[in-house]
């Protein structure tokens, strides 16, 4: 059985899972997910609804995306492929890290994973060509529960590497700030997140 290292990060309930990767003359073998190790970190296994892959051009930013809760969206989210920058923000009100973010560099070959709690919004930036994300989602896409937040909101203040020009889909360009967010009432509670899972 493969080994995995577990660490929290800023955001409440949200882990950074690395496994570790096999290589030999042949390739490699690598296992992004494990459930002891989730188990044990987060307390139940993962419930998968939905996978999900994306390819992104070197510079596209995807996010930062949430699920209206309920019902909600958890995501467990590794990269296959080229390298990116994934970001955590909380969005839960009432979160006793509300507004706060985190980010973990993944891909080039270490197969770390993410793990995204309902009402937690996820984000990346893809650092090459051809980078490949994909996502173990605990529901099924419904387009009208989709939300998001600027992923350029100026108050976050996310990392994103300033030498890559930002590409983003018409609906992220169009998203709300965080504060027009949760003055909008957009932005999911705390408590119906951690009671929902």
């Given at each position: 059985m493969?080994g ?5 990060l800023?955001?409440a ?14 390739g ?5 997910y494990?459930?002891p190790?989730?188990?044990a970190?987060?307390g139940?296994?993962f419930?998968t ?10 510079g ?8 209206r ?7 467990y989210v590794?990269c296959?492929?080229?390298r990116a ?8 009100v009432?979160?006793p890290?509300?507004?706060k ?6 891909g080039?070959?270490?197969?770390q994973?993410v793990y ?6 996820h984000?990346f930036?893809?650092l090459e060509?051809?980078t490949?994300?994909v996502y173990m989602?605990?529901?099924s896409?419904?387009a009208?529960l989709?939300?998001a937040?600027?992923?350029l909101?100026?108050e976050l203040?996310?990392p994103?590497?300033r030498d890559v020009?930002p590409?983003?889909?018409?609906r992220?360009?169009?998203a709300?700030?965080?504060?027009e967010?949760?003055?909008a009432g957009?932005?999911?509670r ?8």
């Open positions: 493969s995995v290292q577990v660490r929290e800023a955001v309930g949200t882990f950074e899972f690395t496994p570790d990767v096999h290589p030999d003359p042949r490699l073998f690598v296992a992004p494990q459930e190790a989730f188990v970190a987060v139940r296994p419930s609804a939905q996978s999900s892959y994306s390819r992104s051009a070197r596209t930013i995807r996010g930062l995306h949430f699920t809760t309920p019902p909600g969206q958890s995501k590794y296959a492929g080229g920058l994934d970001v955590v923000l909380d969005t839960r009432g979160s890290t509300f507004g973010w985190d980010f973990v560099e993944l080039g070959g270490s197969f994973a995204f709690p309902l009402g937690v919004s984000g930036v893809a060509d051809d490949v994300m989602v605990s529901s896409y419904v009208e989709e939300m937040v600027h992923p909101d100026p203040a996310l994103w590497p020009a590409i983003l889909s018409p992220d360009q169009a709300p700030t965080l504060a967010a949760l003055a957009l932005l999911p705390y408590e119906d997140c951690a009671g929902a899972e």
